[in-house]
């Protein structure tokens, strides 16, 4: 196990920046990309039943995420500290952070469970939903109630697999997740006639099977840091640690459910095509956006490494090679999506009025999308060296502080067409403010 934790030591600090962002980055890119097609597939699903139904998923994305919030919250604080324990070679520390934060994740996800059950309708309402939706999205939400605990500590187990460099294995357990979901969907939802009932359980069946895949990884001493009762700290410092560390990332999924539940109720003035149309597009859009995405998590854990390391040319060569990926990345998947953006949209909702409004709304976001790996890799540079409020600054511009009022104002202005742009244009302005802080950034890690 020495040997083991020094060879991991010497790979995060040693290998060449760009082969091991490679190495970190496709993992958590095929996990990102499966789960998105198994998202587009859900979607593909459930469309087949009604307007009102396909529309259900995506008032379900806004509680989506609230648990992702809570399971990135745990899993990017501790994550965080643990990857700087481990550049310090401090290993008893970083299994602290571990264990606590698994414990820390499991609990909230326990919580969110009890509020969800007790106040199903005023929560589902809140989300967004219409009268006609309502039945729908409440059988889809009672299955993904049951499994809410699970759904948080995978997403934290997973952030913790990538901060500690062992991203190949958080990849197999969501993977294996993904796939199971989208055979359960034909089989439960088709085979079975369930309808929307067989998309709520199979996702949660197959969050379930993610989760004991994760755990085993932890328990079988495939990682470096331990998952163990006697980790766990009692302290409550150390929940306010992970819960500040971390906060960057609940801020930023926090804002993207207040700003889908916003969304959903300007796109249900419109009736219950726009709500299926502006779902679909968010789930289109995110192909670009996994594999940027993919990319920022492979550098965090380069970043948090070294940055204990005290290696900071590391981090430098890493952030600038992890933003060219990103553009790169989100400039040639979005081209198809913006010529072909009505076949696209039709696929998923065979009716004239969704795709006439899905497709603009395609488009736009498209254009949009080009200037936010910049932002996205500066507020994930900060978290990772522990500038908690830096990081929360960049977290809340793109996805509320700027997108909440451009919602607002833009639909008083130009109606749906106001709608359909707010989500580009709050893109754009936040990309003026982030070519500041990316001086700062580099300030601080000099």
């Known amino acids: 196990m020495p040997e083991q934790k020094q060879a991991q030591f010497q790979k995060m600090t040693e290998t060449p920046v760009e082969k091991l962002l490679i190495s970190l980055a496709i993992p958590t890119i095929l996990t990102m990309m499966v789960t998105t097609i198994y998202n587009v597939a859900d979607s593909a699903f459930v469309g087949t039943l009604g307007t009102s139904q396909s529309g259900a998923t995506g008032i379900i994305g806004g509680f989506m995420a609230i648990i992702q919030a809570l399971g990135f919250m745990c899993g990017q604080g501790a994550g965080s ?7 310090n070679q401090n290993e008893e520390e970083a299994s602290r952070y571990t264990s606590t934060g698994v414990l820390f994740s499991f609990s909230l996800g326990l919580l969110l469970t ?3 059950f007790v106040f ?14 309502l039945p729908y999205a409440k059988e889809y939400l009672f299955y993904i109630l049951l499994a809410t605990p699970f759904f948080t500590s995978s997403f934290t187990m997973n ?3 990538r901060y500690e460099g062992k991203a190949k294995f958080g990849m197999i357990a969501m993977l294996s997740g993904s796939i199971l979901n989208i055979i359960g969907d034909a089989v ?3 085979g079975f006639h369930m309808g929307i009932k067989g998309a709520g359980l199979s996702t949660a069946i197959s969050q379930t099977v993610s989760f004991s895949l994760l755990l085993f990884m932890f328990l079988s001493g495939r990682t470096v840091t331990k998952l163990s009762v006697r980790y766990v700290s009692a302290k409550i410092s150390t929940y306010m640690e992970i819960a500040t560390t971390g906060f960057p990332s609940l801020l930023r999924q926090s804002l993207n459910s207040v700003a889908t539940m916003m969304l959903n109720n300007y796109a249900g ?3 219950d095509a726009a709500v299926s149309a502006m779902s679909i597009v968010s789930r289109l859009s995110f192909f670009p956006m996994a594999v940027a995405i993919g990319i920022g998590q492979g550098f965090q854990p380069i970043s948090g490494f070294n940055f ?3 290696k900071k040319d590391r981090v430098k060569r890493a952030f600038n ?3 060219l990926g990103g553009e790169a990345a989100v400039f040639l998947i979005s081209i198809p999506l913006f010529l072909f953006a009505g076949t696209f949209v039709g696929f998923l909702r065979n009716d004239a009025e969704v795709i006439k409004i899905g497709e603009s709304a395609l488009r736009y976001m498209c254009v949009g999308q080009m200037f936010v790996p910049l932002t996205m890799m500066i507020e994930m540079g900060f978290q990772s060296i522990g500038e908690k409020m830096l990081a929360s600054l960049g977290s809340s511009l793109r996805s509320g502080l700027l997108f909440i009022p451009s919602l607002m104002i833009l639909s008083n202005m130009f109606g749906l067409l106001g709608v359909q742009i707010a989500q580009p244009v709050s893109f754009l302005l936040t990309f003026g403010i982030c070519l500041y802080l990316l001086k700062l950034y580099f300030r601080r890690i000099s």
């Not at 500290?81 to 550049?87: F, H, N, Q, V």
């Not at 199903?120 to 939706?133: A, M, N, R, V």
């Open 321 to 323: 090679k992890a933003l």
């Open 188 to 190: 439960l939802m088709m």
């Open 159 to 161: 952030n913790m697999l």
């Open 114 to 116: 009890i509020i969800g």
């Open 269 to 271: 003035v419109y009736g």
């Open 308 to 310: 204990g390391a005290g």
């Open 120 to 133: 199903t309708e005023p929560l589902l309402y809140l989300l967004g939903s219409t009268d006609t939706i």
């Open 81 to 87: 500290i643990m990857s700087r324990k481990l550049g």
